[in-house]
């Protein structure tokens, strides 16, 4: 089925603040705060808070958003119309309990642009929420859209069938948590989009590309695999409005040759404490101490241990730095204006370099 309308026009007419290369920031939990999402919708793009992953009654995480997205309504007036507040919420769904009691009426009440939701135990755990975000827009006028990120095509197949509205592409090449078993854009994105193209839906969802993109040329190179703009984790934590500590800014200016410096495993998380995300997923981070000493032979005990005794002194040298392939590019902390200002003149360039290629 050929497409009649322009994918790009469907972004810009959902989130008409927006400029283009339509480019969001990832809902990087304790990352993506208020003032990084605010300063990537000031400049043009979708800013994404990172909502958390505790749904509970008692859930701090959703007390947070509440208060952030109030603070946020303060901050974004000016291109914030009455009916929706211009930033996404991102939350991480292996332990959905909660989610339609809790968090559906906070973000109705501030009435965000976009949900984006990641990581369920089963793909099949999204169907109630995306129905529960679907009953109370219908009921309210509520214009929001359903975002899932996705790193198989069978995961991609799935969300279409459940009726997201932007797909989410999460090639390996991404830092932070992934998809344990699965393709780089080259390939994953092409095979999503045909997809989407051959589906019924092919002219109400829009497809964002993930993992390693860190400039105007890894833009491109997205837009022509067939997403219809780009989503940057990493780029985004080495900018001056990013609340992560100078240290994990710094590691990801220092790292080179990203596909050697950077390993995607289960260990980081073990290292940390924080193995709770299930079996299919992984992640991908700056090989640190703890990482060398494993392949060292040293037992996770050891390494808990250390990990534990640093973090009680304050001493960060075995903190985990998530981060993707692309951080031998990255070299220098900028603020968000001027990243998405380069990455749009950038992106230009790399057309006009490609054109004369062909
Ligand atoms: C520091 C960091 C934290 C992340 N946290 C989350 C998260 O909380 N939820 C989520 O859906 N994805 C998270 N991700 C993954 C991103 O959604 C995205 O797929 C990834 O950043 C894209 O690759 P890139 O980092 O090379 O740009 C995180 C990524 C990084 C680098």
Same mark, same amino acid.
């Given at each position: 089925? @050929?497409?009649?309308?322009?994918? #790009? ?7 008409? %603040? ?34 958390? *992953?505790? *749904? ?53 009440? %501030? ?22 975000? &679907?009953?109370? $827009? ?42 344990? $078993? ?23 969802? @829009? ?33 001056? #409005? ?11 200016? @220092?790292?080179?040759?990203?596909? /050697? ?6 260990? &980081? ?7 709770? *995300?299930?079996? $299919? ?69 790399? /057309? ?7």
């Amino acid at each position: 089925m @050929a497409s009649k309308g322009l994918p #790009e026009r469907l972004l810009k007419r959902w989130f008409p %603040h927006t400029t283009t290369p339509f480019i969001a920031n990832a809902p990087m939990f304790g990352f993506a705060d208020c003032r990084l999402a605010g300063a990537v919708t000031t400049a043009g793009g979708l800013g994404f808070i990172g909502g958390g *992953f505790d *749904f509970g009654p008692e859930s701090t995480q959703l007390a947070n958003l509440d208060a952030t997205l109030t603070k946020a309504h303060a901050e974004l007036g000016s291109i914030a119309s009455i009916q929706t507040l211009p930033i996404g919420i991102g939350f991480i769904t292996f332990t959905p309990t909660g989610f339609e009691d809790h968090a559906v009426a906070i973000l109705e009440k %501030h009435r965000v642009a976009a949900v984006w939701l990641s990581f369920p135990k089963s793909d099949a755990d999204h169907q109630p929420l995306i129905k529960a975000i &679907h009953k109370v $827009q219908s009921k309210s006028h509520w214009d929001v859209k359903i975002f899932v990120q996705v790193g198989t095509v069978q995961s991609a197949k799935v969300a279409l069938e459940q009726g997201v509205d932007v797909l989410v592409v999460q090639g390996v090449d991404a830092g932070g948590h992934q998809w344990a $078993q699965g393709a780089s854009l080259m390939s994953l994105l092409p095979e999503v989009r045909d997809l989407v193209s051959k589906s019924a839906r092919v002219d109400d969802v @829009a497809i964002l590309a993930a993992g390693g993109i860190v400039d105007g040329r890894g833009c491109v190179a997205a837009l022509g695999l067939g997403a219809d703009g780009i989503v940057m984790g990493t780029r985004f934590i080495a900018t001056s #409005e990013c609340p992560a500590p100078l240290s994990m800014k710094e590691s990801i200016i @220092a790292a080179t040759d990203g596909g /050697v410096s950077t390993v995607k495993t289960t260990k &980081h998380d073990v290292f940390q404490s924080t193995d709770v *995300f299930p079996r $299919q997923y992984d992640g991908r981070a700056i090989i640190g101490i703890s990482y060398n000493e494993f392949e060292s032979g040293a037992s996770d005990e050891g390494i808990i241990q250390r990990y534990n005794e640093a973090r009680e002194k304050g001493d960060d040298h075995r903190r985990t730095v998530w981060a993707g392939t692309g951080v031998g590019v990255i070299d220098k902390i900028v603020s968000v204006e001027e990243l998405v200002r380069s990455i749009q003149q950038e992106a230009k360039l790399a /057309v006009a370099r490609a054109m004369e290629m062909i």
